[in-house]
């Protein structure tokens, strides 16, 4: 099992599990993202959920869609809409990149985890690309070979 970095300097608000299982990915990029104060306040409290999220690159801008920040509870008639459009912060030659790379047919990009660092909200955006079904078995029976295999050499080492 791997341990926690220590030292890491992120605080994870939210890990999308289901991309890592539903899709090969090919690259990884650090963005920031443009959120309103209650969009904040919510994140802070550790609510947020990336599972149906995707980006788009419109018009030279990469934005964050889908992404459920739900309303903060103390919030009052000025609160954010829990599913809106949040602009991605990248660099042009990145947005450049992401764009060609996305075009190509297969891929697309899904946000992986949304932390805070150095106080600042921040995505973690990959190009991906679709598996399979057979694709998908075939890693879960990986996932677990290894696991029974970690399994037998823990009672293996208990035995003696």
Same mark, same amino acid.
């Given at each position: 099992m791997a341990k926690k970095k220590v030292d890491d300097p992120r605080q994870v608000v939210a890990n999308?599990?289901?991309?890592?299982? %539903? $899709?090969?990915?090919?690259?990884?990029? &650090? *963005? /920031?993202i443009?959120? !309103?104060? !209650? &969009?904040?306040?919510?994140?802070?409290?550790?609510?947020a959920s990336l599972t %149906?999220? $995707?980006?788009?690159?419109d018009r030279?801008?990469?934005w964050l869609e889908n992404v459920h920040?739900?309303?903060?509870?103390?919030g009052t008639w000025n609160n954010h809409a829990p599913r809106r459009k949040r602009k991605l912060l990248l660099h042009r030659h990145e947005i450049e990149r992401l764009e060609s790379k996305a075009r190509e047919k297969g891929h697309t990009?899904?946000?992986?985890?949304? $932390?805070?660092? %150095? /106080?600042? *909200?921040k995505v973690e955006i990959a190009l991906a690309r679709g598996k399979k079904e057979y694709?998908?078995?075939?890693?879960?029976r990986e996932k677990q070979d290894i696991r029974? *295999?970690?399994? *037998?050499?823990?009672?293996k080492e208990m035995l003696s």
């Open positions: 999308n599990k289901k991309a890592r299982h %539903d $899709y090969v990915i090919e690259d990884v990029f &650090e *963005a /920031g443009v959120l !309103t104060g !209650t &969009e904040v306040k919510a994140l802070r409290m550790g609510r %149906d999220g $995707y980006a788009a690159i030279g801008e990469a920040i739900p309303a903060y509870f103390q990009l899904v946000p992986l985890r949304l $932390y805070f660092l %150095d /106080g600042r *909200a694709d998908k078995r075939q890693s879960l029974e *295999a970690q399994r *037998a050499m823990r009672h």
